[in-house]
């Protein structure tokens, strides 16, 4: 097991007479770290399908350690690079009653000024992901027009996502 990224090492010494034990326990981080609202140490990337569609958009990119951080204002106009994409996949649901650059200030505001991303970096990044995993939200897809992938803090692994936690992160 090359573990020097991926797992985490609890070693103990325990003294039985002269006898020493040692216990290792290997335990994987994407398991240790704790990926939950509020305090998390994880993104969690929210899908939702809006009534009436058939195809997923992003509801958000959420770090879960933090929201409402201080940072600069929303500013659609940074979004003109990607707005083609943006209006096509991380739109607002008719029925939130929300126009599309509305939902996005409220994205930035409320969860991508605490990423220590730039509001245009943020966007693509959702994007870039929503690309990458929108297709496993489909193989999964049941009764609940949501769905969500997690990830550790810098992108590199997948985390388990825990259910129902992010329900409370509109």
């Not at 090359?2 to 994987?28: D, E, Y």
């Not at 201080?70 to 096509?88: H, Q, T, V, Y």
């Not at 992938?149 to 996502?161: G, I, L, N, P």
Request: with cysteine; glycine share 6%; aromatic share 12%.
């Amino acid at each position: 097991c090359h573990c020097s990224n991926i797992c985490s090492f609890t070693l103990a010494a325990m003294m039985m007479s002269s006898v020493v034990l040692l216990v290792l326990s290997v335990v994987p981080q994407s398991f240790a770290a704790h990926c939950a609202y509020p305090g998390g140490e994880c993104y969690e990337l929210k899908f939702q399908e809006c009534k009436g569609a058939s195809n997923w958009t992003l509801h958000g990119l959420w770090p879960e350690w933090k929201n409402g951080c201080p940072g600069p204002k929303f500013d659609a106009s940074i979004l003109e690079p990607i707005r083609n994409d943006m209006e096509m996949k991380w739109r607002s649901c008719p029925e939130f009653g929300d126009s599309n650059e509305k939902f996005w200030e409220h994205e930035w505001e409320k969860h991508g000024t605490c990423t220590n991303m730039t509001q245009l970096a943020f966007f693509k990044k959702g994007l870039q992901l929503h690309d990458q995993y929108q297709s496993s939200c489909q193989q999964t897809q049941d009764d609940t027009p949501e769905c969500q992938v997690c990830f550790s803090q810098d992108f590199s692994t997948k985390e388990t996502c825990p259910k129902g936690a992010s329900e409370v992160l509109v």
